[in-house]
């Protein structure tokens, strides 16, 4: 996965006050947690909002230029956004040894055209993303899955999928993606949609209200 650089200043403000006027200044206030010590940090709004349209909480791996000079590998943790304006208002950065496992959520990349909906069925995606542990250096940008095989009203499970040095953390039950047979076609009768699907993920973003 690509590394994306993001600038930023230590604070010596903390607390509700201090967080106030760093965002009245168009700063937002954040913390970069590590085994050694824990950095409190500040970074430029519209900065961070070009970073965050490139990535979301959990699946991002960024290097963070802390101001002085010293520049770490970290990962989102968890962003915090004004429940009314969206705005982020907080950030939790996890620094991250590039030889250690970390879990990140990746995207699901879905390849080829099911053989289903050659004959007229319709491809249904029942997830976005998997949550999975990997070595940090060879974190995904996304897992591609091939479609193409699928028949009307077969489908491919999270437990289908395998790739070296990576552990799946979402349920091997869950439903990637099926092929719903067209009503009154070749198999539409005879077998029923896959079960064990799951609503689509996303990021792990929370409001602060």
Known sequence: MES????????EATGK??????????????????????????????EFNKLLRRASAGNALLDVNVEGGKQVKALIKEIQR????????????????????????????????????????VLEERLRDLDLECVASEIP????????????NQ??????????GITFLTPGEFVIAQVL????SEGGDDEAP???????EGGEESSEG
């Open 4 to 11: 994306l650089e993001i600038a930023v200043s230590t604070r």
């Open 17 to 46: 006050g201090g967080a106030r006027k760093l965002r009245r200044d168009g700063r937002v206030p954040g913390i970069l947690y590590s085994k050694q010590e824990n950095l409190a940090l500040t970074v430029d709004l519209g």
């Open 82 to 121: 004004d429940p009314i304006t969206g705005t982020p208002t907080h950030f939790d950065f996890l620094h991250i040894d590039m030889a250690q496992r970390v879990r990140v959520r990746v995207p699901i990349h879905l390849q080829g055209t099911p053989v289903g909906v050659k004959r007229g069925g």
């Open 141 to 152: 940008a996304s897992i591609d899955v091939d479609i193409s095989p699928l028949g009307p």
């Open 155 to 164: 489908a491919v499970h999270v437990r289908d999928l395998k790739r070296d």
């Open 181 to 184: 047979a067209k009503k009154g």
């Open 194 to 200: 896959a079960d064990g699907a799951a609503p689509a």
